[in-house]
């Protein structure tokens, strides 16, 4: 059986499927490392314009699998410190995959997306929720602290920071609804259209320019992390030029107003 599918829906479209259902596609390592696999996979098919994670049955994700983590590769002679700190490193590599791809990563969050699992979504680019979506830091629920994978420092930029203190430690669920609210998802619909919304989405997205698109996802990452207003303006105005000078991109945007068709980005 395999425990992460990719398809193809719609044209320049990848789909990811976490395909664990009857773990909710927990975090096991049997899951992970194919899943880091594909993303790197993917981040090298210039086929794909953007990409789509969504999870198999009524889960996103359900954060780390407690009675069945799977192995853990290339950690054999080691000792249990070494080896917590392996597996830490591999789960690390799967955010920051999600991260380094060229192309916008879309999160459909069919369902729960807990502790690990809303990590995963908070390393989506978008993040779209089926109305029967809920969110937990759920680490502070086990005895742990509720920070891992990168959520101390995700769900802050996503969400404000006195939002994501009172989340973290009161390990609260968030239903799709709050999740609309407060901006941890850009939109909630009806979970049987998550994917039809993710796809037109993800069409109009790769319509665009490959570079423009690219460098904008680059763009506003980078803002999230810039030390000033100053220091960031440089780089996106040198994006903007980079573009606008190597490429007809612009010409064929205006033309195409002019004559009342969508335009044909050849970059």
């Given at each position: 059986?395999?425990?992460v599918?990719l398809?193809q829906?719609?044209?320049?479209v ?11 596609n ?7 490392v194919p ?10 098919d210039?086929?794909?314009r953007?990409v789509v ?6 889960g ?5 699998d407690l009675?069945?983590p ?6 054999d002679g080691?000792?249990?410190p070494?080896?917590?700190l392996?597996s830490?490193e591999?789960l ?8 380094r791809?060229?192309q ?5 969050v069919?369902g ?15 993040r779209l ?6 969110f937990?830091?759920a ?5 742990l ?5 990168g959520?101390s420092y995700?769900l802050p930029?996503a ?12 390990g609260r ?12 998802v ?6 049987d259209k998550?994917?039809d919304?993710?796809y037109?989405?993800a069409?109009r997205?790769?319509?665009f320019?490959r570079?423009g698109?690219?460098?904008t996802?680059?763009?506003?990452w ?5 030390a000033?207003?100053e ?8 994006g ?8 007809r991109?612009f010409e ?8 009342g068709?969508p335009?044909e980005?050849?970059?």
């Amino acid at each position: 059986m395999s425990f992460v599918l990719l398809d193809q829906p719609r044209p320049h479209v990848t789909l990811v499927t976490l395909n664990r259902p009857e773990r909710m596609n927990a975090m096991a390592f049997d899951v992970m490392v194919p899943f880091r696999e594909a993303l790197e996979e993917i981040g090298r098919d210039n086929g794909t314009r953007v990409v789509v994670v969504t999870g198999a049955g009524r889960g996103f994700c359900s954060g780390a699998d407690l009675e069945s983590p799977g192995r853990v590769p290339g950690v054999d002679g080691l000792t249990v410190p070494t080896i917590a700190l392996r597996s830490m490193e591999l789960l690390d590599d799967v955010i920051r995959a999600l991260r380094r791809l060229h192309q916008p990563v879309i999160g459909a969050v069919n369902g729960p997306a807990i502790g690990g699992g809303l990590c995963l979504a908070l390393a989506t680019d978008i993040r779209l929720a089926s109305d029967t979506a809920l969110f937990r830091a759920a680490g502070i629920n086990n005895g742990l602290t509720a920070g891992e994978l990168g959520l101390s420092y995700l769900l802050p930029r996503a969400i404000g920071a006195s939002r994501a203190f009172e989340i973290m430690l009161s390990g609260r669920d968030v239903d799709a609804a709050e999740a609309e609210r407060v901006g941890l998802v850009s939109r909630t619909v009806p979970g049987d259209k998550l994917l039809d919304t993710a796809y037109e989405l993800a069409e109009r997205i790769a319509a665009f320019s490959r570079p423009g698109v690219e460098l904008t996802k680059r763009m506003l990452w980078s803002g999230l992390d810039a030390a000033s207003l100053e220091s960031h303006m440089g780089h996106e105005g040198l994006g903007q030029l980079f573009v606008r000078l190597t490429t007809r991109n612009f010409e064929e945007a205006v033309q195409a107003r002019r004559e009342g068709r969508p335009p044909e980005f050849r970059d």
